[in-house]
Each structure stands twice: as structure tokens, then as C-alpha cells.
């Protein structure tokens, strides 16, 4: 079992929540500095639960990491891009990228669960090596993994 194992499986599951649909989706189980919306990238994330002095305590009882997701569209049709992130938001829609990693939690027994911390909402996202902005919604993860 690896981290690498781990960020590919929920790729997959994420990919699979996708298929065959009208989006044709960059979905990778990296961060992507330039990509090419409609996309989702993941990467590893600072745990950072320290509200009311509990982040100590949180980090020393889970075993865990935080795998950030981040979805981006482009800003050129922004009725139907922002469309597009309500649909992976919303919990009612084939497309909501949360219930693609809870249909199957475990990650293809990498993880022994995957729960959500936060959700961002709809949010500007600059580009990282261009000027160019997205419209986008980050999801943070906590994946306890299934260390053999």
C-alpha cells in the first residue's frame, strides 16, 4: 500500500462518477498548475483542525492525511460552468464528487475510511503559472489508510 496507490484509487472513483457524460473532465490524482478546465486534481493537504485547541489532539489520535480535491472550471460560461460545480456539490446528483469517494470509502482497501472536513463552496481559484482564473470548489478530505 502507498500514498501513490491511495491518490490513483480515488482518481478512479471520481473518473468513474464521470463517464460518459457531456464534461469531459482532466481528472488526475496530482496538482495540475495548468490545467485544462473542467478539471480535478488532488493533492496531499495540511491538517490544520487547531479551532479551539483540538488540532494537537486531533493529529496525535488519527493516522490520517488530508487529500485535497479541487474541482475548476473556466470563468467563459459562467452560468454553465458554476452549473457544473453545483452538480459535483450536490449530494442528489450522479455527478457529486463527494458521494464517489463514500461509495466506496475504503478506496479499494487502501483506506480504512475517507470522510469529508470541509467544502469550500463556489470559489475563485488563480491560476498558478498563468493570470488566468477558475471558478472552483475545494473539497479536504481525512483518509485514514489501511497500512499493511
Known sequence: MSLVAIF???????????????WDFQVEPWAITSPTPPSIDMYRGELSLNEEGMGETFEKSNPGFVMVVRARVGT?????????????AD?????????ALYDDPTLNGYATDVSLLTDSGLTIVPGVLSPEIHYGNVWRFLVIPAWS
Not at 480515488?10 to 462518477?17: G, H, L, M, N, V
Not at 467563459?76 to 459535483?88: F, K, P, R, S
Open 8 to 22: 490513483d484509487q480515488a482518481a478512479d472513483q471520481i473518473r468513474e462518477a464521470l463517464a460518459n457524460d457531456v
Open 91 to 99: 449530494p442528489s446528483d450522479d455527478h457529486c464528487l463527494v458521494q
Open 76 to 88: 467563459n460560461d459562467g452560468e454553465g460552468n458554476q452549473d457544473v460545480l453545483y452538480a459535483l
